[in-house]
């Protein structure tokens, strides 16, 4: 049986980099050390510096690296597990599901992509609650939760003002539904600026982003969209074991 054509291609110079630099990450520095600046590791190594970006790039999408404001590139820690959990979980909020709240924006209009995961129309009112996660000191999630007005219909404005106040309000009233189920995907990203800012990362930065949409016997009561660390998250899903992978058309946020 003959070789394939992917078979005869040459390993791309960027690739062959990637491990040159991850073995040089082994030996020569440390957790945490910043890297020689562009100019000095393309000469280091005989590259050109749009190569060297190629795999600095993947090294940071493999947990490797991290891109740090105002200090440079630096040598990434061991990612830490995050549990992201099962089907069989509750509402945002409920116990101690490792969330903070950090403020909930006045009903507004989510993004088309949103309003179609929620089944609602464009002009229905959706709360919108912001959180953060935090691990070992450090924010490795940012999570924007979005709740039809419809689905918490208990809620008002004198029960709760704007902010953190509105999104605690926002959370009590949802946990008086009755939960049907959950279904939850996880794919690649980057971050946005406000996610980006919120975890101390660049735009544009490697993400994984994982949507949950929670469901009553009326339909889909809420949607959430969080965004984790790809460099320091290892996401695991609890003992449901059940894997399911499609294949479909994004849609235009």
Not at 130 to 137: L, Q
Not at 186 to 194: H, I, K
């Amino acid at each position: 049986m003959g070789t394939t054509q992917l078979e005869t291609v040459p390993e791309p110079k960027y690739w062959h980099l990637k491990t040159v630099l991850s073995e040089a990450l082994d030996r020569d520095f440390a957790v945490g050390e910043v890297l020689p600046n562009e100019r000095e590791l393309a000469a280091r190594f005989g590259v050109a510096r749009a190569t060297l970006r190629q795999a600095l790039e993947q090294l940071e999408l493999e947990g490797r690296l991290q891109r740090r404001r105002g200090v440079g590139t630096t040598v990434a820690p061991p990612r830490v597990g995050v549990a992201v959990g099962s089907t069989g979980h509750g509402w945002p909020g409920e116990s101690v599901d490792g969330w903070e709240i950090v403020d909930a924006a006045d009903a507004a209009l989510p993004s088309a992509a949103v309003l179609k995961l929620l089944g609602a129309a464009a002009d229905q009112p959706v709360h919108t609650v912001r959180r953060t996660r935090v691990s070992h000191g450090q924010a490795v999630a940012a999570e924007l939760l979005y709740v039809p007005a419809a689905s918490v219909p208990g809620l008002s404005a004198i029960d709760a003002p704007a902010g953190p106040a509105r999104a605690r309000a926002v959370l009590r009233e949802l946990q008086r539904l009755a939960l049907d189920g959950q279904d939850r995907s996880v794919e690649l990203g980057s971050a946005r600026a406000d996610d980006a800012k919120e975890l101390d990362r660049l735009p544009g930065a490697p993400v994984l982003v994982v949507t949950t949409r929670y469901f009553t016997a009326a339909g889909t009561a809420a949607v959430s969209v969080a965004t984790y660390r790809a460099d320091t998250c290892r996401l695991t899903f609890g003992d449901s074991g059940d894997v399911e992978i499609t294949h479909e058309a994004r849609v235009a946020s």
